[in-house]
């Protein structure tokens, strides 16, 4: 299974600033994922990042607020802008599988508090 | 709207109870369909998935799970849990072939009582 590293695990933000939280593959991959899991709620994807072109963002989601960086095969960000309340969350990144038939790969998520 | 239902949201269970959880998916197409658990702060980890084949599904830690299309249904089974299967579970559907898009259900909290 690939190892997924998602920096920071947590953090404790002010509102109107902004996080990044990165994602790193030990291994290379085509797509790359970004859900949302709000408090008691399911998770939700965000977007699909895939290296060499813009990310794709689900319904609801925008750029302007979750901007997403895909510079190579092993690594994406995920910023959170100009964070509200709203934004608290564990965010996750996940990658494809390693073949057909083979399921997603979760990182252990970044636990985001706004006050 | 294309969802996933998963009715219990809190389960609370005796150690050696029978456990089902329900997971109902409203996509008509082929679709691809996965149970995960969440242990108290730990990331996802994978029980059993379904892409094809014998609809009764094994996974692991004594899991098991039977997809019936024609109820749209994919429910986890356990004939008897243990204090450690307290987690959350998530029922996961891929319906877009070729993609790793997962659509959520709202997970199911589960507590075994000791």
């Known amino acids: 299974s690939a190892v997924i590293s998602q920096k920071p695990s947590r953090d404790i933000c002010q509102r109107g600033t902004s996080l990044t939280i990165q994602c790193q593959v030990d291994?290379?991959?085509?797509?790359m994922f970004w859900y949302r899991q709000q408090p008691g709620q399911s998770l939700t994807l965000i977007a699909t990042a895939n290296q060499g072109s813009e990310a794709t963002y689900e319904s609801g989601f925008v750029i302007d607020k979750f901007p997403i960086s895909r510079p190579n095969l092993t690594f994406s960000t995920l910023t959170v802008s100009n964070m509200s309340p709203e934004d608290s969350s564990i965010y996750l990144c996940?990658?494809?599988?390693?073949?057909?038939?083979?399921?997603?790969?979760f990182g252990q998520g970044t636990r985001l508090t706004v006050v | 709207a294309q969802s996933v239902s998963q009715h219990n949201h809190h389960v609370i269970l005796s150690e050696a109870a029978s456990l089902e959880l329900g997971c109902n998916y409203s996509y008509g197409g082929t679709v691809n369909l996965f149970w995960y658990v969440q242990y108290p702060g730990q990331h996802l980890q994978l029980l059993l998935k379904?892409?094809?084949?014998?609809?009764l599904v094994k996974g692991i830690k004594g899991f098991e799970a039977e997809f019936i299309k024609s109820k749209f249904s994919f429910n986890l089974r356990k004939p008897s849990v243990q204090w450690s299967d307290t987690a959350e579970y998530f029922c996961?559907?891929?319906?877009?072939?070729?993609?790793?898009?997962?659509?959520f259900g709202t997970g199911t909290r589960l507590k075994v009582l000791a």
């Open positions: 291994s290379q991959v085509t797509m």
């Open positions: 996940s990658v494809e599988g390693w073949t057909v038939n083979t399921e997603a790969f």
């Open positions: 996961a559907v891929n319906p877009f072939s070729g993609t790793y898009k997962y659509i």
């Open positions: 379904y892409f094809s084949g014998d609809p």
